[in-house]
């Protein structure tokens, strides 16, 4: 039966198929295709012919065996191949070549799209937004031709996406998936500022600043500690920039999300306290290294700092330092520990007195 291999053949090779391949698919798709005809033997193989342009389907029946008293249900015995490529096979085949070259190119520029994007996972990319009115619950960002999901869970909450706006977004997940090659990315993901600061930071990219933590509630605000490697350098300085110019870029692209940046320190107490910044702390007080729980005093006039709106800066300052933290008025503190010494100093003097 005639077939066209070599056009088929150039066509795979435009687009990086092998020949191998291309003919192990298109002969097991013409078998399968045969199988379905009226009246195919069960066991069949197709040979192909390049320089021929053409195929055949080798065929086999299977040959009854006589029971024996060592071998009561004998398995049947495969009889010799003949030609059974069907007369009128020429336009099925011509459709299932079709089909497979289809499939080859379609799996091909799949394996592209993972290949250039597999390296991206953890990298920023920009994009342009494309909504898309079958799937309104997730944001479709074009990065070239290929299409990234920005699902409902990797989005900022207020934040909109208009449709051909350009988006800096962080690639969370590359993976095959049931359509082809599946690219997550987020907006709301910490290590997205991470990597906007690495755009605008040099000493973060020459190793002389190193972000050691970030803490981020997305749209509101985000804690980064920051630690120095070479001296003489001012790390929150670093990413502040000149004139605020460095961070300000980065809030650019973050809308209305504040940013604060704090020092890192070995010390619990202080890495505690610069981390509840902007407030000022009197005393950090260390419960349990073991299970990381401190004390932090604070004057009633920074009380509402130290929390912040809906505990927000108290939550993010444990999360940046992975510890939990009390807060506590210092002049509470003050009371009690006059009002201590006070009975203290009375209990003093009754014993006194007796004696």
């Known amino acids: 039966m005639e077939l066209d291999l070599a056009g088929i053949h150039a066509l795979a090779a435009e687009q990086g198929i092998d020949a191998e391949t291309l003919d192990d698919a298109l ?24 320089r021929a342009g053409t195929f055949t389907v080798w065929a086999q029946d299977e040959i009854p065996q006589e029971p024996t008293e060592e071998d009561p249900h004998p ?17 099925l085949a011509a459709a299932t070549a079709r089909q497979v ?7 091909a520029a799949d394996e592209k799209v993972f290949g ?7 990298n920023l990319i920009t994009g342009i937004v494309q909504q898309d009115a079958k799937d309104p619950g997730n944001v479709h960002i074009a990065v070239g031709d290929v ?8 989005q900022v909450p207020g934040e909109r996406y208009r449709h051909g706006e350009r988006l800096r977004v962080y690639v969370v ?12 990315v987020s907006r709301s993901h910490p290590e997205l500022v991470r990597r906007l600061f690495e755009r605008e930071v040099p000493e973060l990219s020459s190793g002389a600043v190193s972000i050691m933590s970030i803490a981020r509630e997305a749209g509101a605000r985000t804690k980064i500690a920051v630690r120095a490697n070479a001296q003489g350098v001012n790390p929150k300085g670093a ?73 927000q800066n108290a939550r993010l300052a444990a999360k940046l330092t992975g510890w939990k933290i009390g807060i ?26 007796e004696e």
Do not use: C
Not at 76 to 88: A, H, S
Not at 147 to 154: G, S
Not at 338 to 345: G, L, V
């Open 27 to 50: 002969a097991e798709a013409l078998r399968l295709a045969y199988l379905k005809t009226p009246h195919a033997a069960k066991h069949a193989r197709v040979e192909l012919d390049s």
């Open 75 to 91: 398995h049947p015995v495969l009889g010799e191949e003949y030609d059974d490529t069907p007369r009128d096979f020429g336009r």
């Open 101 to 107: 070259i289809s499939q080859l190119f379609r799996r």
């Open 116 to 122: 250039a994007f597999s390296g991206q996972k953890g």
């Open 147 to 154: 299409e990234a999901i920005l699902p409902r869970r990797e």
């Open 173 to 184: 997940n590359v993976s095959r998936g049931l359509k082809g090659p599946e690219v997550i």
């Open 239 to 311: 990413l502040i920039g000149p004139g605020g110019s460095r961070v300000r870029a980065v809030m650019e692209n973050l809308g209305q999300e504040k940013i604060d940046i704090v020092d890192w320190s070995a010390d619990p107490a202080q890495f505690v306290s610069a981390a509840l910044s902007p407030a000022h702390t009197t005393e950090v007080k260390v419960v349990s290294e073991k299970n990381k729980t401190a004390i932090a005093f604070i004057h009633d006039d920074q009380l509402s700092l130290g929390i912040g709106k809906e505990g």
């Open 328 to 353: 506590e008025s210092e002049e509470v503190r003050a009371r009690k520990a006059a009002e201590a010494a006070k009975a203290a100093e009375a209990s003093k003097d009754e014993q006194g007195s």
